[in-house]
């Protein structure tokens, strides 16, 4: 049986929106003061965590829960034709006989991932998370900066047994660069969803994120010879303050 793993980042790839937004509205607090924080925090913490630092440092979400994460998820936007998506390709791998691994790597918070109405359709979950003392986050347990997703891809190729070349990595932009990178230069296929030409040059389809059309692209993928697939710009450099807005 032949193995693939499709790999996705998660805000602005699968969601319109960060996921922060929905879990700020849903705690009743304003966003732009919140990114505000989150740029300060830069300052002090590395990419990737400083916007969970926000949620332990800052007086007004000290009453957040693992609770308010869940009960969020359930809020997230989602692009059209994105649950029919992974329903349709769950059922072509069997149909197919192919055993396709479905992974999310998102620098945003793991437990929204998991506890989303999408999180039954993974095998994994790689993303940043909070320590837990009872119901309340009391420290950082891992973050995952745009440059460790290639080791997060290379974990699941290991756990998986799956070679990097069966690998589909979708994403939206600058900070799944290193990913598309990666999968890239070992033939597998990236796929951009993003608006930014910039972005979708380095990978090797660029497309609009509407599911409803992109399960095929998926198919077209798996069923093609890598030798078949455009070939996307050599790699650039990630920008300096890359991480969200």
């Not at 506890?115 to 119901?135: I, N, P, Q």
């Amino acid at each position: 049986m032949e193995s693939y793993a499709l790999v996705l980042d998660w805000d602005q790839t699968l969601s319109p929106d960060y996921m922060q937004v929905p879990l700020l509205k849903h705690m009743g607090k304003e966003p732009a003061q919140y990114w505000k924080q989150v740029k300060e925090y830069d300052k002090k913490y590395a990419h990737g965590e400083s916007f969970l630092r926000v949620f332990l440092e800052e007086p007004e979400y000290q009453g957040m829960t693992r609770n308010d994460l869940e009960e969020a998820a359930q809020k997230v936007p989602y692009f059209d034709g994105v649950n029919d998506f992974f329903r349709d390709l769950k059922a072509y791998a069997k149909e197919k006989d192919i055993d396709l691994k479905i992974y999310i790597a998102s620098t945003g918070h793991k437990e929204m991932v998991e506890a989303s109405e999408l999180g039954k359709y993974f095998d994994g979950v790689y993303g940043a998370e909070f320590t837990y003392k009872g119901d309340k986050p009391v420290d950082v347990a891992s973050v995952l900066p745009p440059e460790d997703k290639p080791d997060a891809l290379k974990d699941i190729s290991v756990k998986e047994g799956i070679p990097l070349d069966n690998f589909i990595y979708f994403g939206d932009g600058f900070s799944d660069l290193p990913a598309f990178h990666l999968v890239n230069e070992h033939g597998g296929a990236s796929v951009c969803v993003g608006e930014k030409e910039e972005y979708g040059r380095q990978a090797t389809y660029w497309e609009k994120p509407d599911y409803t059309k992109l399960t095929g692209l998926v198919k077209e993928i798996i069923e093609s010879d890598a030798s078949s697939r455009k070939t996307a710009e050599p790699p650039q450099s990630l920008p300096v303050g890359y991480f969200m807005m």
